[in-house]
Protein backbone atom coordinates (compact mmCIF):
# COMPACT_ATOMS: atom_id res chain seq x y z
CA UNK A 1 0.00 0.00 0.00
CA UNK A 2 1.41 3.36 -1.01
CA UNK A 3 2.79 5.97 1.89
CA UNK A 4 0.45 8.34 2.26
CA UNK A 5 2.33 12.25 0.92
CA UNK A 6 3.00 14.26 3.76
CA UNK A 7 3.49 17.72 3.89
CA UNK A 8 6.89 18.13 4.61
CA UNK A 9 7.17 21.72 4.73
CA UNK A 10 4.50 22.07 7.78
CA UNK A 11 6.43 19.47 9.69
CA UNK A 12 9.96 21.09 9.17
CA UNK A 13 8.25 24.10 10.14
CA UNK A 14 7.01 22.55 13.38
CA UNK A 15 10.01 20.58 14.23
CA UNK A 16 11.86 23.78 14.01
CA UNK A 17 9.30 25.62 16.20
CA UNK A 18 9.39 22.86 18.75
CA UNK A 19 12.97 22.49 18.83
CA UNK A 20 13.11 26.40 19.36
CA UNK A 21 10.88 26.04 21.92
CA UNK A 22 12.70 23.22 24.03
CA UNK A 23 16.02 25.25 23.63
CA UNK A 24 15.23 28.35 23.22
CA UNK A 25 17.38 28.84 20.35
CA UNK A 26 16.18 31.06 17.19
CA UNK A 27 16.49 29.31 14.31
CA UNK A 28 15.93 32.69 12.34
CA UNK A 29 18.99 34.24 10.55
CA UNK A 30 18.40 37.36 11.37
CA UNK A 31 17.29 36.87 15.32
CA UNK A 32 19.40 37.32 18.02
CA UNK A 33 20.91 33.75 19.03
CA UNK A 34 20.87 32.49 23.14
CA UNK A 35 22.20 29.65 24.89
CA UNK A 36 20.31 26.46 25.81
CA UNK A 37 19.38 26.44 29.37
CA UNK A 38 22.26 24.38 31.44
CA UNK A 39 22.14 21.25 32.34
CA UNK A 40 24.51 21.57 35.96
CA UNK A 41 21.26 22.32 38.21
CA UNK A 42 18.85 24.20 35.91
CA UNK A 43 17.93 27.71 35.69
CA UNK A 44 18.91 28.13 39.39
CA UNK A 45 22.24 27.65 38.76
CA UNK A 46 22.28 29.89 35.70
CA UNK A 47 23.96 33.46 35.27
CA UNK A 48 22.14 36.03 35.54
CA UNK A 49 20.69 37.52 31.91
CA UNK A 50 20.43 41.05 33.62
CA UNK A 51 21.53 43.44 31.06
CA UNK A 52 25.47 44.51 30.87
CA UNK A 53 25.78 47.91 33.28
CA UNK A 54 26.49 50.83 30.92
CA UNK A 55 29.64 52.50 32.20
CA UNK A 56 31.09 55.53 31.67
CA UNK A 57 34.60 57.89 33.51
CA UNK A 58 33.82 58.95 36.39
CA UNK A 59 35.39 62.37 35.32
CA UNK A 60 34.27 63.31 32.33
CA UNK A 61 30.41 63.27 31.58
CA UNK A 62 31.25 63.82 27.43
CA UNK A 63 33.44 61.16 25.35
CA UNK A 64 34.35 63.67 22.26
CA UNK A 65 35.37 61.69 18.80
CA UNK A 66 36.76 63.00 15.72
CA UNK A 67 36.50 60.70 12.59
CA UNK A 68 38.49 61.89 9.62
CA UNK A 69 38.50 60.69 5.96
CA UNK A 70 35.36 60.17 5.43
CA UNK A 71 34.56 57.05 7.85
CA UNK A 72 31.35 54.65 6.79
CA UNK A 73 28.26 55.65 8.16
CA UNK A 74 27.85 52.29 9.68
CA UNK A 75 30.66 53.46 12.02
CA UNK A 76 29.40 57.22 12.93
CA UNK A 77 26.22 55.51 13.38
CA UNK A 78 27.73 52.86 16.49
CA UNK A 79 29.26 55.95 17.99
CA UNK A 80 26.02 58.14 17.49
CA UNK A 81 24.14 55.83 19.09
CA UNK A 82 26.23 55.57 22.45
CA UNK A 83 25.55 59.41 23.08
CA UNK A 84 29.29 60.23 22.26
CA UNK A 85 30.01 63.88 20.81
CA UNK A 86 31.37 63.20 16.71
CA UNK A 87 32.53 65.49 14.74
CA UNK A 88 33.32 63.43 11.05
CA UNK A 89 35.27 65.20 8.43
CA UNK A 90 34.85 63.49 4.70
CA UNK A 91 39.15 64.33 4.39
CA UNK A 92 42.40 64.28 6.12
CA UNK A 93 43.88 67.52 7.86
CA UNK A 94 47.38 69.20 7.45
CA UNK A 95 49.18 68.40 10.49
CA UNK A 96 48.97 72.00 12.18
CA UNK A 97 45.01 71.64 12.21
CA UNK A 98 45.35 68.16 12.86
CA UNK A 99 47.48 69.03 15.88
CA UNK A 100 44.91 71.81 17.01
CA UNK A 101 41.80 69.24 17.08
CA UNK A 102 43.39 66.67 18.55
CA UNK A 103 43.78 68.24 21.80
CA UNK A 104 40.72 68.29 23.09
CA UNK A 105 39.24 64.36 21.86
CA UNK A 106 39.29 61.05 23.41
CA UNK A 107 38.84 58.94 20.43
CA UNK A 108 40.08 59.36 17.10
CA UNK A 109 39.11 57.77 14.05
CA UNK A 110 41.43 57.88 10.61
CA UNK A 111 41.92 55.57 7.72
CA UNK A 112 45.47 55.28 5.52
CA UNK A 113 45.90 59.16 4.92
CA UNK A 114 46.43 60.72 8.17
CA UNK A 115 49.31 60.35 9.83
CA UNK A 116 49.48 60.57 13.89
CA UNK A 117 53.73 60.88 14.55
CA UNK A 118 55.04 61.76 17.58
CA UNK A 119 54.45 65.26 17.23
CA UNK A 120 50.63 65.02 16.84
CA UNK A 121 50.14 62.52 19.83
CA UNK A 122 52.36 64.69 22.16
CA UNK A 123 49.35 67.26 21.86
CA UNK A 124 46.62 64.72 22.60
CA UNK A 125 46.16 64.69 26.02
CA UNK A 126 42.93 63.63 26.68
CA UNK A 127 43.20 60.68 23.77
CA UNK A 128 42.93 56.88 24.73
CA UNK A 129 41.90 55.50 21.49
CA UNK A 130 42.77 55.26 18.17
CA UNK A 131 40.62 53.39 15.41
CA UNK A 132 41.49 52.82 12.41
CA UNK A 133 38.93 51.95 9.76
CA UNK A 134 41.51 50.10 7.43
CA UNK A 135 43.94 47.31 7.44
CA UNK A 136 47.33 49.11 7.84
CA UNK A 137 48.49 50.62 11.05
CA UNK A 138 52.01 52.09 10.01
CA UNK A 139 50.53 55.82 9.92
CA UNK A 140 50.44 55.87 13.89
CA UNK A 141 53.18 55.58 15.84
CA UNK A 142 51.92 52.48 17.90
CA UNK A 143 55.27 52.61 20.10
CA UNK A 144 54.77 56.07 21.30
CA UNK A 145 50.53 55.04 21.45
CA UNK A 146 51.62 52.25 24.00
CA UNK A 147 54.04 54.03 25.68
CA UNK A 148 51.37 56.64 26.56
CA UNK A 149 48.23 54.18 27.15
CA UNK A 150 46.72 54.80 24.05
CA UNK A 151 45.09 51.89 22.13
CA UNK A 152 44.80 51.26 18.70
CA UNK A 153 42.47 49.12 16.88
CA UNK A 154 42.03 48.36 13.28
CA UNK A 155 39.94 46.07 10.82
CA UNK A 156 43.38 43.56 9.31
CA UNK A 157 40.40 41.63 7.32
CA UNK A 158 37.03 42.58 6.43
CA UNK A 159 38.62 43.96 2.99
CA UNK A 160 40.48 41.19 2.06
CA UNK A 161 37.50 39.83 -0.40
CA UNK A 162 37.29 43.27 -2.09
CA UNK A 163 41.27 43.81 -2.69
CA UNK A 164 41.06 39.95 -4.12
CA UNK A 165 38.75 40.71 -6.37
CA UNK A 166 40.22 43.90 -7.84
CA UNK A 167 43.57 41.70 -7.88
CA UNK A 168 41.72 39.53 -10.37
CA UNK A 169 40.18 42.14 -12.38
CA UNK A 170 43.57 43.54 -13.07
CA UNK A 171 45.00 40.22 -13.89
CA UNK A 172 42.31 39.64 -16.71
CA UNK A 173 42.62 43.57 -17.96
CA UNK A 174 46.30 43.27 -18.23
CA UNK A 175 46.07 39.96 -20.22
CA UNK A 176 43.88 41.58 -22.80
CA UNK A 177 45.35 44.93 -22.79
CA UNK A 178 41.59 45.94 -22.06
CA UNK A 179 43.47 49.45 -20.50
CA UNK A 180 45.24 50.76 -23.42
CA UNK A 181 41.91 49.60 -25.41
CA UNK A 182 40.03 51.64 -23.66
CA UNK A 183 41.91 54.81 -23.48
CA UNK A 184 41.96 53.95 -27.16
CA UNK A 185 38.53 54.13 -27.59
CA UNK A 186 37.87 56.88 -25.81
CA UNK A 187 39.91 58.95 -27.90
CA UNK A 188 38.48 58.08 -31.30
CA UNK A 189 40.90 55.36 -32.00
CA UNK A 190 39.45 51.81 -33.42
CA UNK A 191 42.51 48.82 -32.60
CA UNK A 192 41.54 45.16 -32.64
CA UNK A 193 44.52 43.49 -32.19
CA UNK A 194 45.02 40.22 -30.97
CA UNK A 195 48.82 39.86 -30.58
CA UNK A 196 50.00 39.63 -27.15
CA UNK A 197 46.70 39.12 -25.12
CA UNK A 198 45.91 36.26 -23.36
CA UNK A 199 43.92 33.90 -21.54
CA UNK A 200 44.40 33.95 -17.79
CA UNK A 201 43.15 30.29 -18.36
CA UNK A 202 46.52 27.67 -17.57
CA UNK A 203 48.79 30.48 -16.25
CA UNK A 204 50.78 30.72 -13.50
CA UNK A 205 50.28 33.38 -10.53
CA UNK A 206 52.20 33.95 -7.93
CA UNK A 207 51.60 35.54 -4.34
CA UNK A 208 54.23 36.96 -2.59
CA UNK A 209 52.45 37.13 1.12
CA UNK A 210 49.89 34.09 1.81
CA UNK A 211 48.12 36.03 4.37
CA UNK A 212 44.04 36.87 4.68
CA UNK A 213 44.14 38.85 1.18
CA UNK A 214 46.91 36.19 -0.59
CA UNK A 215 44.65 33.12 0.31
CA UNK A 216 41.54 34.71 -0.87
CA UNK A 217 43.36 34.98 -3.98
CA UNK A 218 44.60 32.20 -4.26
CA UNK A 219 40.69 30.44 -4.25
CA UNK A 220 39.73 32.66 -6.72
CA UNK A 221 42.64 32.38 -9.29
CA UNK A 222 42.40 28.51 -8.84
CA UNK A 223 38.39 28.94 -9.92
CA UNK A 224 39.57 30.77 -12.90
CA UNK A 225 41.77 28.21 -14.26
CA UNK A 226 44.72 29.13 -12.91
CA UNK A 227 47.53 27.41 -11.16
CA UNK A 228 49.54 28.94 -8.30
CA UNK A 229 52.32 29.66 -6.33
CA UNK A 230 53.07 31.60 -3.47
CA UNK A 231 56.28 32.65 -1.11
CA UNK A 232 55.92 33.39 2.43
CA UNK A 233 58.10 33.81 5.44
CA UNK A 234 56.20 31.14 7.51
CA UNK A 235 55.35 27.55 6.67
CA UNK A 236 51.64 28.02 5.87
CA UNK A 237 49.33 25.57 4.99
CA UNK A 238 48.21 26.19 0.93
CA UNK A 239 44.72 26.04 -0.20
CA UNK A 240 43.32 24.14 -2.82
CA UNK A 241 46.18 22.73 -5.24
CA UNK A 242 48.66 26.02 -4.65
CA UNK A 243 52.07 25.41 -3.45
CA UNK A 244 54.21 26.85 -1.48
CA UNK A 245 58.08 28.01 -2.92
CA UNK A 246 61.06 27.98 -0.67
CA UNK A 247 62.18 31.48 -2.48
CA UNK A 248 60.91 34.26 -3.63
CA UNK A 249 63.44 34.01 -6.42
CA UNK A 250 61.72 30.83 -7.19
CA UNK A 251 58.18 32.48 -7.45
CA UNK A 252 59.63 35.37 -9.87
CA UNK A 253 61.36 32.72 -12.16
CA UNK A 254 58.20 30.77 -12.24
CA UNK A 255 54.95 32.92 -12.25
CA UNK A 256 53.18 34.61 -15.42
CA UNK A 257 51.72 36.90 -13.05
CA UNK A 258 53.50 38.15 -9.68
CA UNK A 259 51.33 39.93 -6.95
CA UNK A 260 52.01 41.57 -3.90
CA UNK A 261 50.47 41.03 -0.55
CA UNK A 262 52.77 41.90 2.41
CA UNK A 263 52.98 44.89 5.15
CA UNK A 264 54.97 47.80 5.33
CA UNK A 265 58.49 46.57 6.95
CA UNK A 266 62.04 47.37 6.45
CA UNK A 267 62.33 44.23 5.06
CA UNK A 268 59.90 44.81 2.46
CA UNK A 269 61.64 47.80 1.25
CA UNK A 270 61.87 47.80 -2.22
CA UNK A 271 61.53 44.25 -2.52
CA UNK A 272 60.99 44.10 -5.82
CA UNK A 273 63.55 46.38 -7.28
CA UNK A 274 66.07 45.78 -10.72
CA UNK A 275 67.26 42.74 -9.20
CA UNK A 276 63.63 41.23 -8.58
CA UNK A 277 62.84 42.19 -12.09
CA UNK A 278 65.41 40.42 -14.04
CA UNK A 279 64.53 37.52 -11.88
CA UNK A 280 61.17 37.59 -13.27
CA UNK A 281 59.89 35.82 -16.85
CA UNK A 282 60.28 37.72 -19.78
CA UNK A 283 56.98 39.18 -20.69
CA UNK A 284 55.28 38.52 -17.03
CA UNK A 285 53.12 41.03 -15.12
CA UNK A 286 53.23 43.04 -11.73
CA UNK A 287 50.31 43.71 -9.45
CA UNK A 288 50.75 45.63 -6.47
CA UNK A 289 47.90 46.14 -4.00
CA UNK A 290 49.82 45.92 -0.63
CA UNK A 291 51.94 49.22 0.21
CA UNK A 292 54.01 51.51 -1.72
CA UNK A 293 57.75 51.11 -0.31
CA UNK A 294 57.13 47.47 -1.61
CA UNK A 295 58.11 48.48 -5.18
CA UNK A 296 60.81 50.34 -6.51
CA UNK A 297 58.85 52.55 -8.67
CA UNK A 298 62.58 53.77 -11.28
CA UNK A 299 63.07 49.83 -11.77
CA UNK A 300 59.31 48.92 -12.76
CA UNK A 301 59.56 52.12 -15.40
CA UNK A 302 62.72 50.39 -16.48
CA UNK A 303 61.55 47.36 -16.74
CA UNK A 304 58.20 48.24 -18.79
CA UNK A 305 60.37 50.23 -21.16
CA UNK A 306 62.57 47.41 -21.82
CA UNK A 307 59.90 45.01 -22.35
CA UNK A 308 61.00 42.55 -19.66
CA UNK A 309 57.41 42.85 -18.53
CA UNK A 310 54.31 43.20 -20.51
CA UNK A 311 52.60 45.42 -17.86
CA UNK A 312 51.61 46.11 -15.05
CA UNK A 313 49.37 47.31 -12.15
CA UNK A 314 49.49 49.75 -8.79
CA UNK A 315 47.34 50.49 -6.65
CA UNK A 316 49.44 52.04 -4.07
CA UNK A 317 52.02 54.19 -3.62
CA UNK A 318 55.05 55.89 -2.00
CA UNK A 319 53.30 59.40 -1.41
CA UNK A 320 49.74 59.70 -1.66
CA UNK A 321 47.64 62.37 -2.06
CA UNK A 322 45.68 63.73 1.44
CA UNK A 323 42.68 64.70 -0.55
CA UNK A 324 40.99 63.54 -4.17
CA UNK A 325 42.17 66.08 -6.51
CA UNK A 326 45.11 66.62 -9.74
CA UNK A 327 47.92 65.85 -7.04
CA UNK A 328 49.43 62.92 -8.87
CA UNK A 329 52.24 64.32 -10.36
CA UNK A 330 55.96 65.00 -9.86
CA UNK A 331 55.33 67.45 -7.13
CA UNK A 332 54.03 64.33 -5.44
CA UNK A 333 56.48 61.62 -6.20
CA UNK A 334 59.56 62.47 -9.12
CA UNK A 335 58.55 59.62 -11.02
CA UNK A 336 55.08 60.50 -11.47
CA UNK A 337 54.94 61.78 -15.32
CA UNK A 338 57.10 58.73 -16.44
CA UNK A 339 55.08 56.15 -15.11
CA UNK A 340 51.94 57.62 -16.66
CA UNK A 341 53.09 57.41 -19.79
CA UNK A 342 54.11 53.74 -19.51
CA UNK A 343 51.60 51.12 -21.90
CA UNK A 344 49.33 48.64 -20.32
CA UNK A 345 50.08 49.68 -16.62
CA UNK A 346 47.03 50.07 -14.68
CA UNK A 347 46.85 53.08 -12.06
CA UNK A 348 44.05 53.22 -8.85
CA UNK A 349 43.81 55.43 -6.14
CA UNK A 350 44.50 53.02 -3.08
CA UNK A 351 40.85 51.81 -3.57
CA UNK A 352 41.67 48.19 -3.36
CA UNK A 353 39.34 48.43 0.59
CA UNK A 354 36.86 51.06 -1.59
CA UNK A 355 33.89 48.91 -1.77
CA UNK A 356 30.27 49.69 0.01
CA UNK A 357 30.65 45.74 2.03
CA UNK A 358 34.23 46.50 2.34
CA UNK A 359 33.40 49.73 4.49
CA UNK A 360 30.62 48.80 5.64
CA UNK A 361 32.37 46.03 7.57
CA UNK A 362 35.08 47.70 8.58
CA UNK A 363 33.12 50.60 9.83
CA UNK A 364 31.43 48.29 12.27
CA UNK A 365 34.44 46.34 13.03
CA UNK A 366 36.24 49.24 14.43
CA UNK A 367 33.65 51.49 15.70
CA UNK A 368 32.12 48.83 18.14
CA UNK A 369 35.98 47.69 19.24
CA UNK A 370 35.90 51.65 20.53
CA UNK A 371 32.66 51.44 21.98
CA UNK A 372 33.94 48.28 24.13
CA UNK A 373 37.31 49.99 24.97
CA UNK A 374 35.50 53.50 25.78
CA UNK A 375 32.96 51.28 28.09
CA UNK A 376 34.45 48.82 29.32
CA UNK A 377 38.42 48.48 29.06
CA UNK A 378 38.44 45.72 26.86
CA UNK A 379 41.49 45.43 24.32
CA UNK A 380 40.77 42.65 22.31
CA UNK A 381 42.23 43.25 19.09
CA UNK A 382 44.82 46.05 19.81
CA UNK A 383 47.45 46.11 18.17
CA UNK A 384 49.71 47.47 20.68
CA UNK A 385 48.70 46.53 24.35
CA UNK A 386 48.28 43.74 25.61
CA UNK A 387 44.91 41.47 24.84
CA UNK A 388 42.51 41.77 28.25
CA UNK A 389 38.82 41.16 28.54
CA UNK A 390 36.63 40.62 31.36
CA UNK A 391 33.02 40.06 31.56
CA UNK A 392 30.88 43.17 31.96
CA UNK A 393 29.31 44.44 34.87
CA UNK A 394 25.60 44.18 34.73
CA UNK A 395 22.51 45.82 36.26
CA UNK A 396 22.74 43.56 39.42
CA UNK A 397 25.62 45.24 40.58
CA UNK A 398 25.14 48.59 40.99
CA UNK A 399 27.98 49.54 43.42
CA UNK A 400 30.68 48.66 41.31
CA UNK A 401 33.39 50.39 39.91
CA UNK A 402 36.02 48.84 36.82
CA UNK A 403 39.81 50.05 37.32
CA UNK A 404 42.06 50.02 34.28
CA UNK A 405 45.73 50.73 35.44
CA UNK A 406 48.07 50.95 32.14
CA UNK A 407 51.65 50.68 33.73
CA UNK A 408 55.13 49.84 32.76
CA UNK A 409 56.00 46.71 33.20
CA UNK A 410 58.38 46.33 36.37
CA UNK A 411 57.87 44.22 39.39
CA UNK A 412 55.79 44.87 42.37
CA UNK A 413 53.33 46.96 40.94
CA UNK A 414 50.43 44.44 41.42
CA UNK A 415 50.93 44.59 45.17
CA UNK A 416 51.04 48.19 45.18
CA UNK A 417 47.25 48.18 43.09
CA UNK A 418 45.97 45.51 45.88
CA UNK A 419 46.43 48.12 48.64
CA UNK A 420 45.15 50.91 47.07
CA UNK A 421 41.92 48.54 46.48
CA UNK A 422 42.31 46.53 49.40
CA UNK A 423 39.26 48.08 51.14
CA UNK A 424 36.81 46.97 48.53
CA UNK A 425 36.05 43.71 47.40
CA UNK A 426 37.77 42.55 43.92
CA UNK A 427 35.51 40.81 42.48
CA UNK A 428 37.25 40.26 39.35
CA UNK A 429 40.82 41.12 37.97
CA UNK A 430 42.79 40.29 35.00
CA UNK A 431 46.32 41.33 34.28
CA UNK A 432 48.65 40.94 30.82
CA UNK A 433 51.81 42.78 29.61
CA UNK A 434 53.27 43.49 25.86
CA UNK A 435 56.50 44.32 26.32
CA UNK A 436 57.35 47.40 28.57
CA UNK A 437 53.58 48.04 28.85
CA UNK A 438 51.18 46.12 31.13
CA UNK A 439 47.16 46.00 31.47
CA UNK A 440 45.55 45.57 34.82
CA UNK A 441 41.59 45.36 35.08
CA UNK A 442 39.80 44.77 38.14
CA UNK A 443 36.42 45.29 38.82
CA UNK A 444 35.69 46.18 42.60
CA UNK A 445 32.37 46.13 44.32
CA UNK A 446 31.03 48.34 47.45
CA UNK A 447 32.29 51.14 46.27
CA UNK A 448 30.80 54.85 46.58
CA UNK A 449 30.68 57.95 44.14
CA UNK A 450 32.89 59.92 46.41
CA UNK A 451 35.92 56.79 46.58
CA UNK A 452 36.19 56.78 43.25
CA UNK A 453 38.22 59.95 43.16
CA UNK A 454 40.61 58.78 45.64
CA UNK A 455 40.86 55.69 44.73
CA UNK A 456 42.01 57.62 41.39
CA UNK A 457 44.34 59.81 42.81
CA UNK A 458 45.89 57.19 44.25
CA UNK A 459 46.88 55.15 41.39
CA UNK A 460 47.32 57.96 39.54
CA UNK A 461 50.64 58.85 42.49
CA UNK A 462 52.13 55.49 41.70
CA UNK A 463 55.69 55.55 39.87
CA UNK A 464 54.86 53.07 37.93
CA UNK A 465 51.38 54.69 36.24
CA UNK A 466 51.15 55.33 32.18
CA UNK A 467 47.01 55.83 31.86
CA UNK A 468 44.69 55.39 35.09
CA UNK A 469 40.55 55.02 34.16
CA UNK A 470 38.29 53.96 36.82
CA UNK A 471 34.34 53.39 35.14
CA UNK A 472 31.13 53.27 37.58
Given at each position: MATPAVNIAASSSRLEASLSHQLSVSTSPTATFTSPPSSFGGAQLARSQTAPKHLKPFDTQDIKILLLENVNQSGKDILSGQGYQVEALKSSLPEDQLIEKIRDVHVIGIRSKTRLSEKVLREAKNLIVIGCFCIGTNQVDLEYAARHGIAVFNSPFANSRSVAELVIAEIIVLARQLGDRSNELHSGTWNKVSAKCWEIRGKTLGIIGYGHIGSQLSVLAEAMGMSVIYYDVLNLMALGTARQVPTLEALLNTADFVTCHVPELPETKDMISTPQFEQMKQGSYLINASRGTVVDIPALINASRSGKIAGAALDVYNNE??????????????????????????????????????????????????????????????????????????LDEPNHARVIYIHHNVPGVLRKVNEILGDHNVDKQITDNKGDVAYLMADISDVRVGEIKDISDQLEALSSRILTRVLY
Open positions: PGSNGDYFNNSLNYWGEDLRSLKNVILTPHIGGSTEEAQSAIGIEVAEALVRYVNSGVTLGSVNLPEVNLRSLT
